[in-house]
């Protein structure tokens, strides 16, 4: 079991950055591969990056790739989500995830994740 604290959210203007972190208790931060997802008011929460245990694999959303970069630092328990080139579809609550299911892939499907942060605002202004 792993507890998750996002932070870093905030209202950004078009074309702006912001990077959010995820804060991970327990010493097992290690095994679990580690995602963001995102939802926006009347959408469904959709797949924004993931990461292998080790840091080595990467996938992206073909929406955010380019832009967005995920990466983790396992000494300190954190994951990251810089966010780059910000659009306002961008504009979404934002959650990192722990993913105690998937072995031989970087998932992006949510069944895989079983612990979740209680997610952080992302606005975009146009």
């Known amino acids: 079991q792993v507890q998750l604290v996002e932070s870093g959210g905030g209202l950004v203007q078009t074309g702006g950055s912001l990077r959010l972190s995820c804060a991970a208790s327990?010493?097992?931060?290690?095994?679990?591969?580690m995602g963001w997802f995102r939802q926006a008011p009347g959408k469904e929460r959709e797949f924004v990056a993931g990461i292998s245990r080790s840091g080595g694999l990467t996938r992206y959303a073909d929406s955010v790739k380019g832009r967005f970069t995920i990466s983790r630092d396992n000494a300190k328990n954190m994951v990251y989500l810089q966010m780059n080139s910000l659009k306002p579809e961008d504009t979404a609550v934002y959650s990192c995830?722990?993913?105690?299911?998937?072995?031989?892939?970087?998932?992006?499907?949510?069944?895989?994740?079983?612990?979740w942060g209680q997610g952080t605002q992302v606005t975009v202004s146009s």
């Open positions: 327990g010493r097992t931060f290690s095994s679990y591969n």
């Open positions: 995830a722990a993913d105690s299911k998937s072995y031989w892939t970087v998932s992006t499907g949510l069944a895989s994740f079983d612990y």
